[in-house]
């Protein structure tokens, strides 16, 4: 078996994964990056970037790349029911010039941040290969091993960063148990329908009759729909057909039933994502930290997930490079990031539980109290709070410039 040595093994080549690479490489570390999928035709979800992340990303200096690329500028997150807007947050009343939310397919994001990656002699990108194991050295992860057969490689880091996603594979081989919160009622079918122009212009909460729906405009030519179904409640449902199914969708979405039927023609055009939180109950041990969905998951609600997954990278960041320079990967040093990052995570957790409490229960007491405590939020100093929170977190994430090189 052929083996390397490196400063820094991340595993996952997602948005978490691939900005905290090129942080680490532009300040002088070596990095390799392992990502299972061979091509950018993979499955994604999340496809709204905030405010936040979009002021990180330019600090990056990728943003520009992204935009050249595409997306639509959405202004506004709404929640309609039955035709009248109970709630329009206005984006464009944050500061310039992120003053917007950005849809754009997740491919996009990834595709710049691999080309900034790939303009870094020092970083290393291996696609195409799963991790199968890690390296100990008694407690102590060492480093990793990917591919197999004659093909099974060893890379042995300074640090092993575990960015491969919700159910993280790098997680479970390093022995960390992770607490899954079954906090929200609903999950989410999405799908996407043509649109030979912008439908909506912001993201939109949209109750009708039926379950609650999340629509926004999908760059370049597409509506994204999800509409929102029981907890677990999807076999059931499937089991009654694709007739029925389409069917209970059109009726939630009055307006855009047509293309609906069109267009939805079986269960494969949609895809189910189980709606949970949870964390991991530790984030770090000797020689490894988890980032991103491996260490925090989220729901839909509030489109924060490559929002932390951007923000982890950025926070994770000095604290890694603080461990090379010591020579110093104990547990200790390395929960740093934990330590800032928790609080946080648990407030979006508890935020993303409310939100989906308000906009998306139904039943008589929670359809008479909604337009009620939507009209009081936007009159209350309460409304600038959540929007700062949604849109930037609770506390400022910067870009530790004084650690780049390059």
Not at 304 to 314: K, R, T, W
């Amino acid at each position: 078996m052929t083996s390397m040595t490196t400063d820094f093994c991340v595993v996952g080549g997602g948005p978490a994964g691939l900005s905290l690479a090129l942080l680490l490489a532009r300040s002088g570390a070596d990095v390799v990056v392992i990502e299972r999928a061979r091509s950018f035709d993979r499955e994604y979800r999340g496809e709204i970037l905030q405010p936040g992340a979009l002021e990180l990303l330019d600090q990056l200096g990728v943003l520009p790349e992204i935009r050249r690329r595409g997306g639509y500028e959405l202004e506004r997150f709404q929640l309609v029911d039955h035709g009248r807007v109970l709630m329009d947050v206005d984006y464009r009343s944050l500061r310039k010039p992120y003053n917007f939310l950005l849809s754009l397919p997740q491919r996009i994001l990834i595709e710049a941040l691999h080309l900034a990656c790939s303009a870094q002699e020092n970083l290393h990108l291996i696609d195409g290969s799963s991790v199968n194991s890690l390296i100990f050295d008694e407690d102590r992860v060492v480093g990793a091993v990917h591919g197999s057969g004659d093909g099974a490689r060893q890379v042995y880091a300074h640090c092993v960063v575990a960015a491969d996603g919700r159910y993280s594979k790098v997680r479970r081989l390093a022995g960390i148990e992770y607490d899954r919160i079954e906090a929200f009622e609903h999950d989410v079918l999405w799908f996407k329908i043509p649109a030979d122009e912008r439908r909506v212009h912001e993201v939109r909460v949209y109750r009708d009759a039926g379950s609650p729906v999340l629509l926004h405009d999908s760059y370049p030519d597409r509506l994204q729909v999800g509409w929102t179904l029981p907890h677990k409640g999807y076999r059931r449902i499937a089991e009654r057909g694709i007739e029925h199914v389409r069917g209970e969708i059109a009726k939630a979405v009055p307006p855009y039933a047509d293309a609906i039927r069109e267009h939805i023609t079986s269960l494969t055009d949609l895809t189910l994502l189980d709606v949970f939180s949870g964390t991991a109950r530790q984030w770090a041990r000797d020689g490894l930290v988890l980032i991103g969905d491996a260490a925090h998951t989220h729901g839909p609600i509030g489109a924060q997930g490559l929002n932390l997954a951007i923000q982890d990278a950025v926070t994770v960041h000095p604290v890694l490079m603080r461990s090379l320079n010591t020579r110093n990967d104990g547990v200790a040093v390395l929960s740093e990031f934990e330590r800032q990052r928790r609080p946080s995570i648990q407030k979006v957790h508890a935020l993303q539980s409310r939100q989906g409490k308000a906009m998306l229960s139904a039943g008589p007491v929670a359809d008479a109290i909604r337009p009620v405590a939507a009209k009081l939020l936007s009159y209350t100093p309460l409304y600038r709070k959540v929007l700062n929170q949604i849109a930037y977190g609770d506390r400022p994430v910067r870009v530790h410039y004084e650690l780049l090189v390059a």
